[in-house]
């Protein structure tokens, strides 16, 4: 594998999770750094879990921010189809090639079978399966006789095992103490993590980016790879997007996901650089990027192996910074809605979007900017007294009815611009 190839390969089963959104960045910044193909690929094996309409909310998402994908279900490419239902019939092949190098078994046990391990190991569970002891004539009598079963993957004294990450460094587990991961489920249906192997050599995908939850996993996804005598991808275990020291950020928990976000007035392109900035960070004190200016910068060398704790706070400022260089034809068209919903008196509602274009964090913060033309409330005449500065109700009057027609002669509203008038 001398070209650089990375993989988005979500699960159509909802909105797009803050964190997924941060593996497909970097997969993304990964390969076009490096000149190379961003894939994108639905994983829709899980049925149950699938909700009508996500793998169009993947698509509009990856291409709202920007991230344009080289092959994919809907352009196609030269290692299609690319819709996991759509390669089914071929897991079963691999599986049964494994199962003749000894390398997996059929495994007819109950889930009674299980929970009485379960119960009997403890929090050291892992599953002794008895259907490895089977001979050849038992195994066939109960495929015979329609007995339901799984594929496993057989790891029998394979000792120590170890890999490189290009986060974590190097990385050595005990083999023998890995579970023998179910590879084919008892619907014929290949799991997630085996699908994905198939997948990902069969693509020619270099580099795989994911949690780093699958670090101590990792050495069963690459037995699979040495039983069939494949390269091994690069691995990049990246650390999670955090909601505060203890708890991941989470959509099941009600955390905002990216949808959530530009609902609320958030911009994509602020959304991206500020989750660019969620465990990585460049070699400089810059902050705002570009998308392009992220694939030039990027370096998977300066993924942090902390935690990353998602900051509202932070991403607000930013979005304050875009919408403040936003192009103002732009910028009107999508503040444009907000303002009708306040003015509906015949006011010149591009002068009222200037006006508050540098104030708002927000789109949703124009409300607020803008109430007041509609309906100026009534303020208490305290608020111009000031004993020190001497001023009164009567001082102060005359000063707001020289300065009223300075303001009605004005036509920028900028800070700099009032500030340097009323001087």
Request: negative net charge; glycine residues 4%; contains cysteine.
């Amino acid at each position: 594998m001398n070209r650089t190839r990375t993989r988005f390969a979500p699960s159509p089963t909802g909105y797009m999770h803050i964190g997924n959104l941060r593996t497909a960045l970097f997969e993304y910044l990964i390969a076009k750094h490096d000149n190379g193909d961003f894939l994108l690929r639905i994983e829709d094996t899980d049925q149950a879990r699938e909700v009508e309409g996500a793998t169009d909310i993947i698509y509009d998402t990856l291409k709202s921010v920007g991230m344009n994908w080289d092959e994919g279900p809907d352009i196609g490419g030269d290692f299609g189809p690319y819709i996991q239902s759509e390669r089914l019939p071929m897991y079963r092949g691999y599986a049964d090639q494994l199962i003749e190098l000894g390398k997996a078994h059929y495994c007819f046990c109950t889930e009674e079978t299980l929970e009485q391990q379960r119960q009997e190991q403890g929090d050291s569970f892992v599953f002794k399966d008895p259907c490895k002891d089977l001979s050849k004539e038992e195994i066939q009598a109960k495929l015979d006789a329609n007995t339901p079963y799984v594929i496993r993957q057989t790891i029998d004294h394979v000792g120590k095992q170890e890999y490189d990450d290009q986060v974590y460094g190097h990385i050595e587990v005990d083999g023998d103490l890995l579970d023998e991961q179910i590879l084919i489920k008892s619907d014929g249906f290949p799991t997630y993590n085996f699908a994905n192997v198939i997948d990902d050599h069969q693509m020619e995908i270099s580099h795989v980016v994911r949690g780093n939850e699958y670090l101590s996993s990792t050495p069963k996804y690459n037995l699979l790879y040495d039983a069939y005598g494949w390269q091994r991808p690069t691995y990049v275990h990246v650390p999670p997007v955090m909601k505060d020291e203890h708890h991941k950020l989470s959509k099941r928990n009600g955390d905002a996901s990216f949808q959530d976000l530009v609902a609320k007035g958030y911009l994509p392109e602020a959304i991206i650089n500020y989750i660019a900035l969620l465990g990585w960070s460049p070699d400089n004190d810059q902050e705002i990027f570009s998308l392009q200016e992220l694939v030039k910068a990027f370096d998977v060398h300066r993924i942090s192996k902390r935690p990353a704790i998602f900051d509202i706070d932070k991403l607000t400022w930013m979005n304050s910074e875009y919408i403040k260089a936003m192009d103002f034809d732009k910028f009107y068209e999508r503040a444009e809605s907000y303002i009708r919903e306040v003015i509906t008196k015949d006011y010149d509602l591009k002068k009222i979007a200037a006006l508050v274009k540098s104030r708002i964090e927000i789109f949703p913060d124009i409300e607020k900017q803008i109430d007041f033309f509609e309906a100026v409330p009534e303020y208490d005449t305290a608020m111009y007294c000031h004993k020190k500065m001497k001023t009164n109700e009567e001082n102060s009057l005359e000063v707001l009815k020289e300065v009223l027609p300075l303001l009605e002669a004005q036509e920028d509203y900028s800070n700099d611009a009032l500030y340097a008038m009323l001087s």
